[in-house]
Nanobody, 122 residues
Framework: QVQLVESGGGLVQAGESLRLACTVS??????????INWYRQALGTQREIVAG???????NYADSVKGRFIMSRDDAKNQVYLEMRSLKPEDTAVYYC??????????????WGQGTQVTVSS
């Protein structure tokens, strides 16, 4: 079945960088990613969108990460990345990958990964 798996989280100091990866699997040879997003959820807060690829060549970013985070994708590897620079303690959260994916057998469905923890120490 279709799965999204995040990786790359960890503990870093403020000002350092991390690159998260979201790997899409179980899609077979023919599929389409209608959109794919990165969300995060800090302890005790609601999940918020960080970056989103609309699938039309446009990537949107939350104001809090503009200029520091860059979202990119490698279609050959079925991976989407979130390059995070100049990290701040307030970036500490569990980061999730979210996508709407179409396959011939399942149609379009929304999927979430299990999340990866990012902790930024001051």
């Amino acid at each position: 079945q279709v799965q999204l798996v995040e990786s790359g989280g960890g503990l870093v100091q403020a000002g350092e960088s991390l690159r998260l990866a979201c790997t899409v699997s179980g899609v077979g040879r023919f599929f389409r990613i209608n959109y794919i997003n990165w969300y995060r959820q800090a302890l005790g807060t609601q999940r918020e969108i960080v970056a989103g690829d609309t699938g039309r060549g446009i990537t949107n970013y939350a104001d809090s990460v503009k200029g520091r985070f860059i979202m990119s994708r490698d279609d050959a590897k079925n991976q989407v990345y979130l390059e995070m620079r100049s990290l701040k303690p307030e970036d500490t959260a569990v980061y999730y990958c979210n996508a709407e994916i179409w396959t011939p057998s399942t149609g379009s469905n929304t999927y979430w990964g299990q999340g990866t923890q990012v902790t930024v120490s001051s």
